[in-house]
């Protein structure tokens, strides 16, 4: 009789095991290193990399261990759970557990803050993020339940093909919130990491000789495929997956505030964020705030002392503005729909604002309104604004003394890279005033073949608006407004005119109206922009447009101007029919065309297409397991196929459902092991016909035509050992047929009189 005992489930373990559980557990650990390299660019530095490598590899070493001495394979993975909840007690439990090591309810509730403040930090944070404690709970948490899971699968059950669950589930991670999708390397790497554990697999089940060579074909061929799909599929494409905030648009709430703006410029489809109507005969430039503050890494907001901001009372004055300037006093009517800022936006400067619920301030120094209790959602309010007029003469006369609480907006970090100043220095070369040096920067970036992009500061790795980002992008002069705001800025202030910058929305886009009465305009996420604000004695902070292909040009820095128009602002021409505000971007008229056209549902229908490609690719071992049935009961329908055709698929389904089927076993034998499992049924009586007719082939005379009826009684014998199989022995038969690998696999599933 051939014996049913499985080669880990036995106590006492000789060095050929041994070596299988080390074998496997390798595997898995190189599994793991594939899905961290996958995981890179999510979190700054490399310590959250030696936390998750670390820990998952620690856990599948005590378990590959502990199977080495003789412990139950069953009793393992309770082992290994147990070895998780220790480690995740002593790094984040706060000294809340039990001797300092058992997780106690004060622990749990240290994990759920933890958890709580990761969902935050997540929401508020681009990529990669700060390497916050929160997150190192994540990664140390995931690295533990991923080593638990793969150990479970790969070796306590051994389904180490259901590992492909797991190790998608962790590539979803960096697809999603990785700017530029999934790397193609990444996915690569660990299909090939998933392909050596099943060969590790297949080695530890079968004895003899291994034969690399198929195996290693199939794999190739594989991870080619994965390569391909990685290259691309819609949402896996390298710098064409979109990271975006989830949601509404969320503005302001972290401390690198135009990462928001970029991400939500990336977003699939365009996200409505308010409607307003104005008094202007012009749409109107809606600031948010002020970004003053350079730390040589990022641009933030200065905090300091504010005022509380009475309904209807005045804001002001504005810092720095002479009497002499013309100006013109607006009213806008903002109504929010879908956007949460801390910040309100407002059209610059501000004079008084009406109709806020909630607690909100006003800052000195920049003019810009903050809430204090309250955010920007579900807000509707009134404000009344200045647009400043100042004519090129003026701005010529302006400049030279700074004010002491403007100085600090000269301030350059020691490490700034030289390009950029030298890049000032050339662009300004032949320009005398602080305003003509002005102007020819904004007309350097409009005028010397920059483009406009959001992808490309992705794919090559330089997004983001720190010094080092800006001195690579006026190398590769492709990039989006925060790009071409923060290197305005910074070039501003090697010359010794203070800057900074500001962040908002553009104009938008009015459906109709007169030339007098534009009507309501509508900005999106698309309208989210960034510009640089210079300081001119006299004058006061006045904004520039140096970004190509986005916005309008300041009438006062266009040459023969007299007086200046509004600015910045954009042009309303009658139309009945809608109109955007904002010029399309020549450099990525393809980006333009997809956010036109791309509607809300595609991230919806693109995560079903990869989940049905997914269980395509999981149903193709049944299908074929199927298709291969279906032939040979055509075949012996047709009377082509003889005994042995029969025998043949009755030893594959004996074996799909858990059974061993030895290439030495003779037919009687097997015959009588089938008999006693399907004995009292009409498959007993179909067994012994298929076993004559098998016996008549082996030892009888040659004939020239089967005898029908083999195709009924297989059948009859199929039917009765699925019957007494059961519905989930019949299942793991149907999606994990194990009959398509080559014979002498060892199934992990001993079925009921399997003798």
């Not at 799909?229 to 896996?236: D, E, I, N, S, Y």
């Not at 407002?346 to 909630?358: C, E, I």
């Not at 510009?531 to 040009?553: K, M």
């Not at 999981?618 to 075949?635: D, G, K, S, Y």
Request: aromatic share 8%; hydrophobic share 45%; charged share 15%.
């Amino acid at each position: 009789m051939a014996t049913e005992s499985l080669a880990l489930a036995v106590p006492r373990v000789s060095g050929r095991r041994r070596v299988a559980y080390w074998r496997i557990t390798g595997a898995l650990i190189i599994q793991v290193l594939a899905l961290s390299y996958a995981l890179s660019g999510l979190i700054q530095g490399a310590g959250w990399w030696f936390a998750l490598v670390a820990t998952a590899s620690g856990i599948l070493v005590t378990g590959a261990a502990l199977r080495a001495v003789g412990v139950h394979r069953g009793l393992v993975p309770v082992l290994l759970a147990v070895e998780a909840a220790v480690v995740m007690t002593v790094a984040f439990g706060r000294g809340t557990g039990l001797l300092g090591l058992i997780p106690t309810p004060a622990t749990l509730r240290s994990w759920s803050d933890y958890g709580q403040q990761a969902l935050l930090s997540i929401y508020q944070q681009g990529t990669p993020a700060q390497a916050l404690p929160e997150f190192l709970f994540l990664v140390v948490g995931g690295g533990c339940f991923l080593a638990v899971i793969l150990d479970l699968l790969a070796v306590a059950i051994r389904t180490p093909a259901f590992t492909a669950v797991g190790v998608g589930a962790v590539l979803v991670v960096p697809g999603a919130l990785l700017g530029d999708g999934l790397d193609p390397i990444a996915l690569a790497a660990s299909a090939a990491a998933y392909l050596w554990l099943l060969r590790c697999d297949i080695r530890t089940r079968r004895q003899g000789t291994p034969r690399p060579v198929p195996a290693l074909s199939v794999g190739a061929s594989a991870v080619v495929v994965a390569a391909l799909l990685a290259g691309t599929a819609p949402g896996f494409d390298q710098g064409g997956a979109t990271s975006f905030t989830a949601g509404g648009i969320s503005i302001g709430g972290t401390v690198t505030p135009l990462v928001d703006l970029g991400k939500d410029l990336r977003r699939p489809a365009a996200v409505r964020a308010l409607t307003y109507t104005t008094s202007a005969p012009s749409g109107q430039y809606l600031k948010l705030a002020s970004l003053d503050q350079f730390t040589g890494s990022v641009w933030k907001h200065r905090e300091r002392d504010t005022n509380r901001l009475s309904d209807g009372a005045k804001v002001g004055p504005v810092p720095g503005l002479a009497n002499t300037i013309k100006t013109t006093k607006i009213t806008t009517t903002v109504s929010i729909d879908n956007m949460t800022s801390r910040w309100l936006p407002v059209p610059a400067p501000v004079q008084s604002v009406k109709g806020l619920n909630g607690t909100w301030s006003w800052d000195p120094d920049d003019l810009t309104i903050g809430g204090i209790n309250a955010t920007t959602q579900g807000q509707k309010y009134t404000a009344t604004s200045l647009v400043l007029q100042p004519t090129a003469d003026q701005l010529k006369a302006a400049g030279g003394f700074v004010p002491a609480d403007v100085q600090r907006d000269l301030f350059l970090p020691p490490n700034l890279p030289s390009i950029i100043q030298d890049t000032a220095l050339s662009a300004t070369r032949d320009a005398i005033t602080e305003y003509d040096k002005a102007v020819a920067l904004q007309d350097y970036f409009r005028d010397n073949s920059f483009v406009y992009s959001t992808q490309t500061p992705l794919k090559q790795g330089y997004d983001g608006d720190g010094s080092r980002v800006i001195a690579r992008f006026l190398e590769v002069k492709s990039g989006y407004c925060v790009h071409f705001a923060s290197a305005m800025a910074l070039m501003a202030r090697t010359l010794g005119i203070p800057s900074r910058v500001a962040e908002g929305y553009l104009p938008g886009a009015t459906s109709g109206g007169t030339a007098t009465n534009p009507g309501e305009y509508t900005v999106t996420s698309d309208d989210l922009h960034a510009w640089p604000e210079l300081y001119f004695a006299g004058v006061g902070w006045v904004p520039f447009e140096p970004t190509v292909g986005r916005g309008t040009v300041p009438d006062y820095t266009r040459p023969q101007t007299g007086a200046a128009a509004p600015a910045p602002t954009s042009t309303s021409t009658s139309s009945s029919a809608p109109r955007a505000l904002v010029p399309t971007d020549p450099a990525n008229p393809a980006g333009a065309a997809t956010s036109a056209t791309t509607s809300g549902g595609q991230p919806l229908a693109t995560g079903i297409g990869v989940a049905l490609l997914a269980v395509g690719v999981l149903l193709t071992p049944a299908v074929w397991r199927r298709l291969r049935r279906r032939r040979r009961l055509r075949e012996l329908n047709d009377e082509w196929g003889g005994a042995s055709l029969a025998w043949d698929e009755l030893r594959d389904t004996v074996r799909d459902l858990g059974w061993t089927a030895p290439p030495t076993e003779t037919p009687r034998v097997f015959a009588e092991r089938v008999a006693a499992a399907v004995e009292g049924t009409p498959g007993e009586e179909a067994l012994h016909r298929l076993l004559g007719a098998v016996e008549r082939d082996a030892y009888g005379p040659p004939m020239r035509r089967w005898a029908g009826g083999l195709a009924d009684d297989l059948e009859a014998v199929l039917g009765a050992l699925e019957a007494q199989a059961g519905p989930a022995l019949r299942t793991k038969a149907l999606l994990v047929p194990v009959s398509l690998l080559p014979a002498g696999w060892s199934s992990a599933v001993r079925p009921r009189n399997a003798a």
